[in-house]
């Protein structure tokens, strides 16, 4: 998912647990799953940040030579308005967009099945 053209609101809202856990088994594993994909979407957001105020790296070692340059803090400030990696995880869970299996529960079920 493209998080620039995401739809997710920045602030936080109410939701219903229910709907939150209609998603997962529980509500406990709904969550840890948008967790685990906002941590994945805010690493992804700061490798692309980083790269991109690569290129206005200055590697002088004079401090008195400081710029401002304006290109890079229009670029931080548009990081800075994007919705909350948080945010972005929780829209794509309700949504359905998020792919995910619990290995515990695999094994259970393969376990099972062999012993048929």
């Known amino acids: 998912m493209d998080f620039k053209k995401s739809q997710a609101s920045s602030t936080i809202e109410t939701l219903d647990v229910n709907q939150l856990a209609a998603g997962a088994s529980n509500v406990y594993e709904a ?3 948008c967790a685990k994909r906002a941590n994945q979407i805010s690493v992804d957001v700061k ?3 980083s790269q991109k105020l ?3 790296a200055n590697y002088t070692d004079n ?3 400081v710029f401002d ?3 890079q803090i229009e ?3 548009f990081y800075e308005r994007l919705p909350k990696p948080t945010l972005l ?3 794509e869970f309700l949504n359905g967009e ?3 299996r619990n290995p515990e529960l695999d094994e259970f079920s393969e376990k099972s099945e062999s012993e048929k």
Request: charged content about 40%.
């Open 31 to 33: 969550i840890v799953v």
């Open 47 to 49: 490798q692309e940040l």
């Open 54 to 56: 690569e290129e206005f």
């Open 63 to 65: 401090l008195e030579e």
């Open 69 to 71: 340059n304006r290109e």
């Open 75 to 77: 670029i931080s400030r």
């Open 89 to 91: 995880g929780l829209e």
């Open 98 to 100: 998020v792919y995910f």
